[in-house]
């Protein structure tokens, strides 16, 4: 995911040097502000794309630059699961990518969204990864292991509660926006808060469930419970289509 245009170099550490970074953000960004100052006589598309650029990247460019930091107090390169990666960089690289939600405002204005409408949308595009980036210490190597070793097959893994996640946000929240029933709109923000808790606290639910949810089976079934859960909620409170509000259908 982070060796994208080669702009992240995914080695044996990860993320690149601090010298690396800064001459990547100059190339990246200069290259595409020069352009914008180049055609700015004739439209000022370039600045909204620079802008827009910026916003999207800006996040992970920042992780990555003060990934050695990270490392010293995180542990970004305790490489003591199975998968050769561990589940903190996951978890700080998904962080680092919420500042796209800047990216969706500025979209959402240009459209002539109207301001709030427009601020809650962004805040609801940025959730699931502030709601897994910020839980680090969950979604780390820490959650394959029981008294110092490794027992689990899973742990809590960030790339995969982060697109259930996303699902649940972005389709429980956004339906909130758009409702005219005061029952729906209740109903949907408990059923998506609910969903939304159940995957950033997997570490503190896990003590009252019947099974297991860092193996492989117990993971399958705590997601596949969540989403389940969501979407008959979701079907119960919902009038409106959502391919109606993204304008798929009349």
């Avoid at 699931?128 to 394959?144: A, E, Q, R, V, Y």
Wanted: proline residues 3%; charged residues 15%.
């Amino acid at each position: 995911m982070l060796k994208l245009f080669n702009l992240f170099n995914i080695d044996e550490k990860y993320f690149a040097d601090k010298k690396t970074v800064k001459k990547r953000f100059i190339k990246l960004f200069g290259g595409f502000l020069l352009i914008a100052i180049l055609i700015s006589p004739f439209t000022w598309i370039g600045f909204l794309f620079f802008l827009l650029l910026l916003f999207a990247l800006g996040g992970i460019f920042l992780i990555e630059y003060y990934s050695d930091e990270l490392d010293e107090k995180y542990h970004l390169y305790n490489f003591n699961n199975f998968r050769r990666y561990s589940y903190q960089i996951f978890a700080f690289t998904i962080l680092g990518f919420s500042t796209t939600s800047l990216s969706v405002l500025m979209m959402c204005l240009c459209a002539e969204v109207n301001i709030i409408k427009s601020i809650l949308i962004a805040i609801i595009f940025a959730l699931p990864f502030l709601g897994i980036g910020l839980k680090f210490k969950t979604f780390n190597d820490s959650s394959l292991e029981e008294n110092g070793e490794i027992v689990y097959d899973a742990g809590y893994e960030p790339n995969y509660y982060w697109p259930v996640l996303t699902i649940c946000c972005y389709l429980g929240y956004t339906q909130c926006l758009y409702e005219t029933s005061p029952i729906n709109i209740i109903g949907l923000l408990i059923s998506t808060t609910a969903c939304f808790i159940w995957l950033i606290y997997p570490n503190k639910i896990n003590k009252y469930l019947p099974f297991e949810n860092r193996t492989k089976k117990g993971e399958a079934i705590y997601l596949a419970i969540a989403l389940i859960i969501f979407f008959i909620l979701l079907h119960q409170f919902t009038t409106i289509p959502f391919t109606e509000i993204t304008g798929i259908t009349n």
